[in-house]
């Protein structure tokens, strides 16, 4: 139901051909002034109201009888146009995001709520926001609220960064990855990742003969010596520590050699 339409009651059928049917329509239970007919035009004092009807029937020899019927839901006010809003600034944490509205029915005032992932941000109702730690890697966007009185309130959300990146993007590498056991033909290598300059990370492998020659397919944590790694001098892993926002960072093990052969 919106302002301007005409609502109309309806009486269900019955063979009381003298049956006398009053109607009152209500706004939110209250009668409205005047309105006893059986339609009724919604006007500006009924947005965000609930309307109703009260009708009541009388015949002769029959009991009179009473029946009210409530909307499901509040009228609502005319219509705002909405504008296109656009959020500037670069997604890095430290940095501002601004959003302009757009251009709104005139009179139109504007409320705002970044969200995280969706999820809207505490205590932020600005049209700026300043990207925080929490925002790294997270999805970041701005609800933006169009009201003006007698018009139903609208609201639109723009994504303002698809995935925030930190102030300084890169994953460093503190401590060098380091290799278990001894390089005998047969035997396991085992790797440890090291330590890093950020928490929560995941890790790639990658083996290496004499630093740089790739080993096909050798890319777990572990890695069997064989008989063709005895040809060079050493063995070493590198290790790709990887965090969503973050530049992935890299540490080469110090190496490991001569191969020896396998015991008997």
Not at 4 to 12: H, K
Not at 21 to 35: F, K, S
Not at 132 to 148: F, L, N, Y
């Amino acid at each position: 139901m919106t302002v301007g339409s005409t609502l109309s009651a309806v009486a269900p059928p019955n063979d009381l051909r003298w049956t006398l049917i009053t109607y009152q329509w209500l706004r939110n239970g209250t009668p409205v002034a005047g309105a006893t007919s059986a339609t009724y035009q919604l006007t500006d004092a009924d947005i965000g109201m609930t309307i109703g009807l009260t009708s009541h029937g009388e015949a002769d020899f029959y009991q009179n009888a009473s029946e009210t019927f409530m909307a499901e839901t509040p009228v609502k006010g005319y219509s705002l146009a909405p504008g296109a809003p656009v959020v500037s600034g670069t997604g890095r944490v430290g940095s501002v995001l601004t959003v302009a509205p757009g251009t709104w029915t005139r009179g139109t005032s504007h409320s705002y709520r970044w969200l995280r992932n969706g999820d809207v941000i505490a205590g932020t109702s600005a049209s700026s926001y300043r990207l925080t730690e929490p925002d790294r890697g997270q999805r970041i966007a701005v609800r933006v609220t169009g009201s003006k009185p007698l018009f139903t309130s609208l609201t639109k959300t723009v994504l303002g960064a698809r995935s925030v990146a930190p102030s300084s993007a890169n994953v460093h590498n503190r401590t060098l990855p380091a290799l278990t056991s001894a390089p005998v033909v047969g035997t396991v290598l085992q790797a440890t990742p090291g330590t890093w300059s950020q928490p929560v990370l995941s890790y790639r492998y990658k083996w290496l003969r004499d630093r740089s020659i790739p080993i096909s397919g050798a890319t777990g944590s572990s890695y069997t010596v064989t008989a063709a790694d005895a040809a060079f001098r050493s063995l070493t892993v590198k290790v790709c520590a990887a965090k969503r926002g973050w530049t992935t960072g890299t540490g080469l093990s110090a190496p490991v050699g001569r191969m020896l052969p396998a015991r008997w």
